[in-house]
């Protein structure tokens, strides 16, 4: 089984205040990871060192056994590191095909031609078609991203990440901001992802983590808790006292 | 959860999505409006015979005020310097024209050359620190060049500048006229050249990235884009096109002085910009057209005066028309649309 | 010596009218290049009241400090506010803006020249230290400035209001969830400020000058001083005035051939190796 994620003392400081401290995340390679922890844990703080946003006070970080700790953030995106964000981050001025046309255009390596215009290349905008088809989208192909529903904003960030065929998606809360009823429909979604996709999931949906995940990791104060199976963390004292405890929905 | 249209109840998935893709890309094409718009400076040339160096002028402006969208209103790189590259192009003109080499081609193919060079090392400044420190860095290497022009005025001419330079015809077979009648000709056909490259810029693929990258720097690394490349890639060619049309202005005024490298250039390149509207290519055109017709119909009015309009109009524009004339209208046309699609939903 | 001694007291007078440029900047992340107007408002204020009504010098600096604060005070709450929100580019634009309508309304009302000023006997002439002659006046304008700087320092560091400042420059969002009244503390910053910039402007008319074109003459200066000292830092605007005072008049007396270039290039120097400025704080 091999390792397709993976952090060796993972340190980042700010100033004196260690948001993530000494932390080994070992993720296999099909694997479908969840990472839960109270507010605060530094849950998104470690998702920017994997992707490259932020660079770390010390440690490695390594993707596919290739290091990267000193990649910048879109060189690992092209090797297959893709991440969404908490907060979308979408383009509110472009329509939903370009957006999601204009992801799947960089992954061809369209991005520095300049002559001769996107809707001729073909090839990408009928990906993106698909894709939006694929997340029920494709009614909205021309509307404005501002213009939508939160709930549909979301899709549309899961939509830019699998326009970019990622080997490793990291996604971060999903369901944030979401109703319940959406939010299945988003998880179907994730769901279907073909098994070579591994993916890390940061979720607060308890439900829905203990549906999704085959492992799970507990993120508190900056350092890695417990690793284990859903039933395992379950089940465990400690994390029912830290975090479990609390309520969710 | 989708409320069914027209779209989703056709019944072939395939011809479903094959009817969102061939809409694509319409946008592309070239408009009806858009011909209409190109009519206007043939249509001038018929109409105002007596005035054709104040229409090079508004054809000259409207080439820098491109420029300037090219970097802003695409890329989201605010100048308070862009007078820089179009100095550097007027100046290059100037130097080479003092010094008998006044073919107008190859004067703009090295104003664009020169003004692309110092755009190209300039860029690197621009692609750290925070907006306020970028904008100090491009007002700060428009001011280090008027005043090295300055200090050096022997060679530049300084405030009083270079008269009489030397222009040869174009091709060869086009001698520039003291009406400014081939002058006009030859700028709007230099300025149709390079609006339609520049429109094939932004439609393309790179023009599309840049238009994300100024609506959401930080995707785009997300989305695998090295965004510096882009940033000084469209830097290089916008300081290249503001280098030609401080090219033009020299050739059809055979006369540069300082004024092409000060601040009020710049900053009056800004509201020309925000007056038509950024990011639509055709803002600067309109914009430039607006602004320079009204200056010379305002300009037997005290100078003073005239900048009292200009303040006023860059206030209330900010305030309450943010979009400038294209972007209103835009605006206008969204919100008719909206209006109507719910019109038509309502039982 | 001389050289260094009259650059301080230039870089006294820029750190005078830039240091509420600095603070509202840091403070409502504002690009206001209109600031020097409020510069230009003061040194009007002391010309007028001085010049035709007989008031003398030093009692009319209070008015150049009530009248600037006052009308910072009016446009902030009419438009400033209105565009807190807005982009960095919106409001350089509208700051331009105010800065040719009060460029124009000075030219109408003033006329272009210069405006003459007469300082009273007990501020002129100067005397001789061994290799240094001192100005009174610009003797009088180092200890002003100076203690404009402690009181200002004192103020932030020791005061309620200085303490909602500082928190308020450090994040908004929790300032107001601890109750403190963001509004009304940008507002005083605000009246603050421009005041200062007045105060600046009056004791600059002797060195300076004072004519319409001042908020634009000068505007590099502030922004210069500002972005070298690092927003929202007071003491930092206070080093960079004093470096940029001294650099520029040693510049222009030893190598006036280059004059202004140097400053540029060594500001665009300094912002490339360290965009938060000399004395910053660098975020993120």
């Known amino acids: 089984m091999s390792i397709a994620l993976q952090t060796h003392g993972l340190v980042r ?51 596919l056994g290739e290091d990267v700790t000193r990649m910048p953030q879109h060189q690992r995106c092209r090797r297959g590191l893709v991440r969404t964000f908490q907060i979308n981050q979408l383009f509110g001025d472009m329509t939903v095909l370009e957006s999601v046309a204009l992801a799947v255009g960089e992954r061809h390596g369209l991005g520095a031609r300049w002559w001769k215009p996107l809707a001729a290349q073909a090839e990408a905008v009928d990906e993106a078609a698909l894709i939006l088809e694929r997340l029920g989208l494709l009614s909205d192909a021309y509307e404005l991203t501002r213009n939508l529903a939160y709930g549909r904003q979301r899709l549309i960030e899961i939509a830019l990440a699998l326009a970019l065929r990622p080997k490793v998606l990291l996604l971060d ?77 | ?173 086009f001698e520039f006229d003291l009406f400014g009648r081939v002058g006009y000709l030859y700028s709007v056909l230099v300025l149709f050249a390079l609006f339609w490259l520049a429109r094939r810029l932004v439609h393309s ?113 900010v305030m309450f028309a943010r979009g400038g004339i294209l972007g209103t209208a835009a605006q206008w046309l969204e919100s008719r649309r909206q209006r109507a699609q719910q019109a038509a939903r309502a039982p | 010596m001389t050289i260094v001694f009259d650059g301080i007291a230039f870089g006294m007078l820029l750190f005078l009218i830039s240091v509420g440029l600095s603070v509202t900047l840091g403070l409502m992340n504002f690009v206001n290049l209109a600031h020097g107007v409020f510069a230009m408002v003061g040194g009007y204020v002391c010309v007028i009241l001085l010049n035709d009504q007989g008031v003398p010098f ?105 303490a909602r400042l500082r928190a308020a420059v450090d994040n908004q969002r929790t300032a107001r969830g601890l109750g403190i009244d963001v509004n009304r503390v940008f507002m005083l910053t605000f009246a603050l400020g421009s005041g200062l910039a007045g105060l600046g402007g009056a004791l600059g008319v002797e060195i300076l000058g004072m004519d319409p074109e001042f908020p634009v003459k000068y505007l590099v200066y502030f922004l210069i001083v500002v972005t070298v000292g690092g927003t929202g830092n007071i003491l930092g605007s206070l080093y960079a005035a004093l470096l940029l005072g001294v650099a520029d008049v040693a510049g222009k007396y030893y190598v006036p051939q280059i004059g202004a270039f140097i400053i540029y290039a060594i500001m665009v120097v300094i912002l490339i190796y360290r965009p938060q400025g000399l004395f910053g704080r660098a975020h993120h």
């Open chain 1, 13 to 63: 400081r700010f100033g004196g205040f260690a948001a993530t401290d000494h932390v080994n995340l070992s993720v296999a390679a099909g694997a479908r990871h969840a990472l839960i922890g109270p507010n605060g844990a530094g849950k998104t703080t470690l998702i920017n060192l994997l992707t490259g946003y932020l660079a770390p006070t010390e440690g490695r970080v390594s993707l």
């Open chain 1, 173 to 249: 809360e999903p369901a944030a901001g979401v109703p319940t009823s959406e939010s299945r429909e988003l998880f179907e979604v994730i769901a279907q992802l073909p098994r070579e996709v591994t993916i890390v999931l940061i979720e607060h949906d308890m439900d829905l983590v203990f549906r999704f995940a085959d492992r799970i990791s507990v993120l508190v104060s900056g350092t890695l808790l417990l690793e284990d199976t859903p039933e395992v963390i379950a089940q465990h004292p400690r994390v029912r006292e830290v975090y479990l405890g609390e309520s969710h929905g």
């Open chain 2, 1 to 173: 959860m989708t409320t069914p249209s027209a779209i989703d109840a056709a019944p072939d998935r395939a011809a479903r999505i094959s009817a969102v893709t061939r809409r694509f890309g319409r946008g592309a094409r070239w408009q009806p409006l858009e011909y209409l718009f190109w009519c206007l400076p043939v249509a001038a040339y018929f109409l105002f015979p007596g005035n054709y160096l104040l229409l090079s002028q508004i054809a000259i402006t409207s080439l820098f005020a491109l420029s300037l969208d090219l970097i802003f209103g695409y890329a989201g790189i605010i100048s308070l310097g862009h007078a820089a590259f179009f100095g550097v192009g007027a100046y290059t003109v100037g130097l080479l024209g003092v010094r008998g080499v006044g073919d107008p081609l190859l004067g703009l193919a090295l104003a664009a050359l020169l003004a692309a060079v110092l755009g190209f090392l300039s860029s690197f400044l621009l692609l750290r620190g925070s907006e306020l420190a970028r904008l100090m860095v491009t007002l700060g290497v428009a001011l280090m060049l008027y005043e090295l022009a300055n200090k050096f005025s022997d060679v530049t001419g300084g405030v009083d500048g270079i008269p009489g330079i030397e222009v040869k015809p174009v091709l060869g077979l």
């Open chain 2, 205 to 317: 693929p790179f023009g599309q990235s840049l238009r994300g990258i100024r609506m959401n720097a930080e995707r785009m690394p997300a989305l695998g884009v090295p965004i510096n490349r882009r940033l000084v890639a469209i830097y290089t060619v916008g300081a290249a096109y503001a280098g030609v049309a401080g090219a033009l202005l020299a050739q059809t005024n055979q006369f540069v002085s300082l004024a092409v490298l000060s601040f009020e250039n710049s900053a009056d390149l800004l509201l020309i910009l925000i007056l038509g509207g950024t990011g639509r290519l055709y803002g600067g055109l309109i914009g430039a057209i607006v602004f320079i017709v009204a200056k010379h119909v305002l300009s037997d009015i005290n100078p003073q005066y005239w900048h009292f309009w200009l303040g006023l109009a860059l206030v209330l524009l």
């Open chain 3, 58 to 162: 030093l009692a009319t600096i209070p008015f150049a400090v009530m009248v600037p604060a006052l009308l910072g005070v009016v446009l902030e709450r009419l438009l400033y506010r209105r565009l807190y929100e807005a982009s960095a580019l919106d409001q350089v634009l509208f700051s331009l803006g105010l800065v040719f309508i009060a460029v124009a309304t000075a030219h109408y009302f003033f006329g272009a020249r210069q405006q003459p000023l007469q300082l009273p006997a007990f501020l002129s002439g100067q005397f001789h230290l061994p290799g240094l002659d001192v100005g009174i006046y610009r003797l009088f304008l180092v200890v002003a400035g100076l203690l404009v700087a402690l009181l200002l320092q004192w103020a932030v560091v020791r005061t309620a209001f200085g």
